[in-house]
């Protein structure tokens, strides 16, 4: 097991080598493998970028994320152009037919409402719309419409999980209840933990994912 000062070190070279990471208002904390990111970013993007950075980093059980998004000038990004840009932005992505997600904007917080037929098209809508400028803040609310037709989803994820990397993920056990699969067990890393829910979202039938999951 990492030591607390070797995974804070390689957290920092990890946000330093991704280009879409400004590190100078950063500040790492880490305790009992516990990675704390503090400090200012100058946009949602990057963020959700510094959060993907740290999960890419063995040994990091967890991630608090204390980042403030540093306010864009006034009318810089008006709500309705934003909201303009975000419904064309979304109009245009292969996979998201007409109407599926509607679009709220609130000095730069965004909300996506509408129901999608797979997980995966949810996880794209948001996406989607965390790398756009002006974007303060992402809730997705958008919902998966429930399929009958679909059966032995369980073994559906469990397949899709063994053709990724069956030694990872082995110790995940997955239960599926009206749409609803839950993810239990041990993952060796929060990137594994992300791959899994992402596995499960991707799978026709399901409708939510509930993660369960530790990271060893």
């Known amino acids: 097991m990492k030591s607390d000062e070797t995974l804070s070190e ?22 009992d493998g516990i990675v704390t990111l503090s400090g200012s970013v100058p946009g949602y993007a990057q963020k959700v970028a510094a959060q993907r950075a740290v999960e890419r980093v063995a040994g990091c059980r967890a991630i608090v994320i204390e ?13 309705f152009d934003l909201a303009e840009a975000i419904v064309l932005a979304l109009r245009w992505q292969a996979g998201l037919a ?5 679009v709220e904007v609130e000095r730069g917080c965004v909300t996506l409402s509408g129901e999608v037929d797979w997980g995966y098209q949810r996880n794209l809508a948001e996406k989607v719309v965390s790398r756009m400028r002006g974007v303060m803040g992402v809730a997705n609310r958008i919902a998966v419409r429930n399929s009958d037709a679909v059966t032995h989803v369980a073994e559906h994820i469990s397949a899709a999980l063994a053709r990724r990397a069956q030694r990872e993920f082995a110790g995940i056990h997955i239960e599926v209840e009206d749409g609803v699969a839950t993810l239990s067990g041990k993952v060796s890393s929060l ?19 509930v993660d369960e999951l530790v990271v060893e």
């Open 67 to 79: 980042l403030k998004i540093d306010a864009p000038p006034v009318l810089q990004h008006p709500d």
């Open 191 to 209: 990137r594994d933990r992300r791959a899994a829910c992402g596995a499960a979202w991707a799978t026709r039938g399901v409708r939510r994912v």
């Open 10 to 31: 390689q957290v920092a070279c990890e946000l330093a080598w991704d280009p879409e990471v400004d590190v100078s208002r950063l500040e790492i904390g880490v305790q």
């Open 98 to 102: 007409g109407n599926q997600v509607h």
